[in-house]
């Protein structure tokens, strides 16, 4: 399945976050978000992130210190339909 990488390795929170945030605005429903990050605290940066906003967390690990996170952006957002 297609996915868009977003790579803010060296980065430190809350970045990771934020930008993963703002790039699944640009997304449509369903596509996926891969994130690339070496901040540790990004696992519960996006565990609660995911939790919070409701974007699914598909799956995450961890190899050689960089965590993958793989995002789906939610079916329906609030947000823009406001906008």
């Known amino acids: ?42 696992v519960g940066d996006f565990h609660a992130f995911c939790r ?6 598909l799956a995450w690990s961890e190899e050689a210190g960089v965590f993958s996170f793989v995002i789906r952006r939610r079916a329906d957002d609030p947000e823009q339909k406001a906008g």
């Open 52 to 57: 919070e906003t409701g974007h699914p967390l």
């Open 1 to 42: 399945m297609n996915e868009t990488l977003l790579d803010v390795k060296g980065m430190n929170c809350p970045l990771p976050v934020l930008k993963a945030n703002r790039a699944l605005r640009a997304m449509a429903a369903g596509q996926r978000l891969r994130v690339l990050a070496t901040d540790r605290a990004a």
